[in-house]
């Protein structure tokens, strides 16, 4: 049975669209290959000529019973602030649109949430601006541990619990950034002496790589389309 030039391109276009398809539904990339994991925000997104980074610091650590533990930290001169930029803490996760939070740090809240955060409270996933980084699924809020712009800087630990989610569930945002920041660059005596503005982990939007049992069905595709065309030609000589 001779293989018509439509049916190989047939064959190749449908193996193509299945390699492509599975390309473009690849989960979202994974942040932390390790558990703990430490993360360091070395990025600057705001205007004007800050210092070089790392600005802030942040351990992801499990528990072993399904809970991560969030402690994240300025570097000596910096301060977590509340100028409307971004947040104190923005991040994504994948595989839950709904999250619980448990002993995070009085002066801060999850944002969105019901609840009290001391004990337990909890939030639904969100479009959750920040200038310069994109959007985000959810945040921790400088409340009133912060001023209003770059009033009284918080320069100690921001910790709290997620329940039920593992280290691997953080991912980029749809702009490529791993975690954001709400910072001021400089913090003296009168406060807020520097600039202002968010401070990444991760920049640039990440492309999506093809994962090696896509590539592999992609190769195959094209190994059968070789082999369809030697064989018409054989039956065309015959």
Not at 58 to 82: C, E, R
Not at 122 to 146: E, K, L, P, R, Y
Request: a negative charge; one cysteine or more; proline letters at 4%.
């Amino acid at each position: 049975m001779r293989t018509t030039k439509l049916g190989v391109l047939g064959i190749f276009g449908a193996g193509a669209f299945l390699a492509f398809a599975l390309v473009g539904s690849a989960s979202a990339t994974p942040i932390c290959s390790t558990d703990p994991c430490s993360i360091s925000f070395d990025l600057y997104d705001g205007s004007g000529g800050p210092p070089p980074g790392p600005y802030a610091s942040m351990m992801l650590t499990g528990d072993g019973a399904g809970n991560v533990g969030v402690d994240l930290s300025p570097t000596s001169g910096m301060g977590f602030v509340s100028t409307g930029a971004g947040e104190t803490l923005l991040f994504d996760l994948s595989g839950t649109s709904t999250i619980t939070i448990t002993g995070l740090t009085s002066g801060f809240k999850l944002l969105n949430s019901t609840g009290n955060c001391a004990t337990s409270c909890t939030a639904s996933d969100g479009s959750i601006h920040a200038d310069g980084t994109g959007t985000w699924q959810f945040a921790i809020d400088c409340s009133t541990a912060c001023g209003t712009g770059g009033n009284m800087p918080f320069t100690g630990h921001v910790k709290f619990t997620i329940d039920g989610i593992s280290v691997s569930q953080f991912v980029v945002n749809g702009n490529g950034f791993s975690f954001g920041s709400d910072i001021c660059t400089h913090v003296g005596q009168s406060g807020c002496t520097g600039l202002t503005g968010d401070i990444t982990a991760g920049n640039g939007t990440l492309q999506q790589v093809p994962e090696p049992a896509t590539l592999s069905l992609f190769g195959t595709g094209l190994l059968a389309l070789g082999a369809m065309a030697r064989r018409r030609r054989k039956a065309k000589n015959a």
